[in-house]
């Protein structure tokens, strides 16, 4: 598609449950992206894709989250044993290629909220 | 570590040029500006971005200073609309291109 659509738009879960979330990128492009923005304007880089293959993983929790971008599927990011602090929007992004001159296009995010 | 500095927030008459500073004085030289706004809840939508020369596309301009440690986007004439957080980006080359976003600037435009 032309737009990088995320579902769902919103997600309750309780705390200790599993949530999963999923990322459409835009038809064509090789580098998905995922972000977390917990406060209202504070972004963190959690993971990147390069196609099925992770490009950069520095910004992922080294528990309960995991992310995959598999062929043919949306690309995920799932939470185990969820958190409050987990609580955030979590947005997606895709780029045509990695390199620095290409703009990443954003999805509309999912909100996580955890309780 | 966000790389850029923005002012919180700004206010802009409608019609009028809005100016929106940015200092990135550890940028590097491989380094692009990039700019995004996010309205209300929205995902960030792209603005524009460079890597030295001044650009302009049918939203915006950028200038970026000649040393690099700076830039400004100019909506040329500001609506309503316009209103929105606008987000400074240091785009990072070498590690996964993730962007590193700061705290961004808080546009209110003014009827």
Redesign the interface.
């Known amino acids: 598609g032309e737009e990088v659509a995320q579902t769902p738009k919103h997600l309750v879960r309780g705390e200790g449950q599993k949530a999963k979330l999923y990322c459409a990128p835009i038809k064509g492009h090789s580098y998905v992206f995922w972000y977390q923005q917990v406060l209202k304007n504070e972004f963190k880089f959690l993971i990147s894709f390069q196609n099925e293959n992770v490009f950069d993983e520095t910004g992922m929790p080294k528990e309960r989250f995991s992310a995959k971008c598999l062929p043919n599927s949306p690309c995920s990011l799932e939470i185990q044993a969820t958190k409050l602090e987990d609580s955030a929007v979590y947005f997606c992004a895709s780029s045509q290629l990695g390199q620095g001159n290409q703009p990443q296009h954003f999805g509309d995010g999912t909100r996580l909220s955890i309780l | 570590d966000a790389k850029t500095t923005q002012p919180p927030s700004m206010d802009c008459a409608e019609g009028r040029a809005a100016n929106l500073p940015c200092n990135h004085s550890t940028i590097s030289g491989?380094?692009?500006v990039?700019w995004?706004r996010q309205i209300h809840?929205?995902?960030?939508?792209?603005i524009i971005?460079g890597?030295k020369n001044n650009e302009t596309n049918e939203m915006a301009s950028l200038i970026i200073t000649e040393d690099r440690k700076s830039s400004t986007l100019i909506l040329p004439h500001a609506t309503l609309r316009d209103t929105a957080?606008y987000?400074c980006i240091v785009?990072?080359?070498n590690?996964?291109?993730?962007?590193?976003?700061g705290?961004?600037t808080?546009l209110t435009v003014i009827p």
Do not use: A
């Not at chain 2, 809840?41 to 792209?46: F, K, N």
């Open positions: 491989n380094e692009y990039y995004y809840s929205q995902g960030p939508q792209y971005h890597l957080v987000y785009r990072v080359v590690t996964g291109n993730q962007f590193y976003f705290t961004g808080s």
